[in-house]
T-cell receptor, first 116, second 110 residues
Framework: DTAVSQTPKYLVTQMGNDKSIKCEQN?????MYWYKQDSKKFLKIMFS???????INETVPNRFSPKSPDKAHLNLHINSLELGDSAVYFC???????????????FGPGTRLTVL | SQQGEEDPQALSIQEGENATMNCSYK?????LQWYRQNSGRGLVHLIL?????REKHSGRLRVTLDTSKKSSSLLITASRAADTASYFC??????????FGKGTKLTVNP
């Protein structure tokens, strides 16, 4: 009965490879997010989707492409991985748009990506 | 640009003591939220305070907001070892993104 789940939990790969991270929420939420947390614990929004529509794209390189096949899923595909992509990636969801009272965000457990 | 800045960056206290963490931000906000992150886990929402509220309580948590000083504080009373975690403030200016601070790492020693 996990609320927001991500797979895989750990991902170790070589520079230049392409990889995907999957996210699913069973909360019936309309809005989903991808965040990147760097080694200094700074958490930064990457993308936000509301009802499968992209609403936030925070100047993320084109190598990152989110895909939302339905409201319950938001996957993240990364092309041509670079050393600087190493971080923990968190998926989150909320009932509606971020920042609106009542729309607290629920986070997944994170995916630790290491690019060698 | 980054909105929230937590202070201190790290805090170590004994079980039973109170822990106070501060958050300062730069622009006007609609609301401010506090989240907790246990080591190796995702963030968990703790409490939200609206811009027209000055204080809010939830169990052992007390949050204050001073919009004139653009600052908020999170007080955890009678701390427990299980409170050991990083605490983040996040601000919102409306129905858009949340902007998180860098967090305060709290260690509660048994």
């Amino acid at each position: 009965d996990t609320a927001v789940s991500q797979t895989p939990k750990y991902l170790v790969t070589q520079m230049g490879n392409d990889k995907s991270i999957k996210c699913e929420q069973n909360l019936g939420h309309d809005t989903m997010y991808w965040y990147k947390q760097d080694s200094k614990k700074f958490l930064k929004i990457m993308f936000s989707y509301n009802n499968k529509e992209l609403i936030i794209n925070e100047t993320v390189p084109n190598r990152f492409s989110p895909k939302s096949p339905d409201k319950a899923h938001l996957n993240l595909h990364i092309n041509s991985l670079e050393l600087g992509d190493s971080a923990v990636y968190f998926c989150a969801s909320s009932l509606g748009l971020a920042g609106v009272v009542g729309n607290e965000q629920f986070f997944g457990p994170g995916t630790r990506l290491t690019v060698l | 640009s980054q909105q929230g800045e937590e202070d201190p960056q790290a805090l170590s206290i004994q079980e039973g003591e109170n822990a106070t963490m501060n958050c300062s931000y730069k622009t006007s906000i609609n609301n401010l939220q506090w989240y907790r992150q246990n080591s190796g886990r995702g963030l968990v929402h703790l409490i939200l305070i609206r811009s027209n509220e000055r204080e809010k309580h939830s169990g052992r948590l007390r949050v204050t907001l001073d919009t004139s000083k653009k600052s908020s504080s999170l007080l955890i009373t009678a701390s427990r070892a299980a409170d050991t975690a990083s605490y983040f403030c996040a601000t919102s200016r409306g129905s858009e993104k949340l902007v998180f601070g860098k967090g305060t790492k709290l260690t509660v020693n048994p």
